[in-house]
């Protein structure tokens, strides 16, 4: 068995797609279209083969764009070299830094933070170890 | 940049490690319980290394045992070798198969199935390429 891939809808693909890519420095592996049934999806991620590293799920319902994150589902983590300096580019890059980095509560040697995509999902940066 | 985890919280940490080991087959890699701030959590995957593969994190607040799952948050895929032998063992395993194994919809040669996780988290079963 392997950990394929994380789904999460979203509320405009073109605009994830360019956070994620852009702002997450995923690539763009795949995309398919479902005339039938009215959606878009997108696979992104950092390798270059979907069916070998755990990637991401975009789906786009057409016409849909609001949905509830609830309170069940967590976050999205990236392992970064430095979560300062990532969180640097992530706000030049025009994205939404939610926690500034610095140290976890309760666990003051672990340097994390959070950010938010376009569809209100957290993402947490943690130090590649 | 790295692909780290995915965190879900869940209503029952032991029910939950219990599924996704003996029921999808992931390793427990490391437990951490934060007493200050009250909650436990769990890493589980496919390798031996959680800084190396993308895992899941399980996420029990303690004393909490119930969120909202949303409409936003799609599910965890894992891959598997046969989609119908794989929801023989979910169901003989106690797990509870919610779409059984067989087309996808639109596309006649993808077979997936959906369990459900004791949380109300969907999980797809697609066919590892």
């Avoid at 852009?22 to 083969?49: C, H, P, R, S, W």
């Avoid at 967590?74 to 939610?98: R, W």
Wanted: hydrophobic share 35%.
């Amino acid at each position: 068995m392997r950990f394929a891939h994380v789904m999460i809808r979203v509320n405009n693909l073109d605009e994830s797609i360019e956070f994620y890519s852009t702002v997450l420095g995923m690539k763009l592996q795949d995309v398919v279209v479902n005339d039938e049934y009215q959606y878009t999806i997108a696979f992104l991620g950092y390798g270059d083969d979907r069916h070998k590293e755990t990637c991401l799920e975009l789906t786009y319902n057409w016409g849909k764009s609001s949905y509830e994150i609830g309170t069940a589902f967590g976050h999205l983590a990236i392992a970064v070299v430095d979560v300062y300096k990532a969180c640097e580019e992530v706000s030049a890059k025009g994205g939404s830094v939610t926690r500034p980095a610095g140290p976890l509560k309760g666990k003051p040697d672990s340097i994390i933070a959070f950010i938010k995509d376009p569809n209100g999902y957290q993402i947490e940066l943690v130090t590649q170890k």
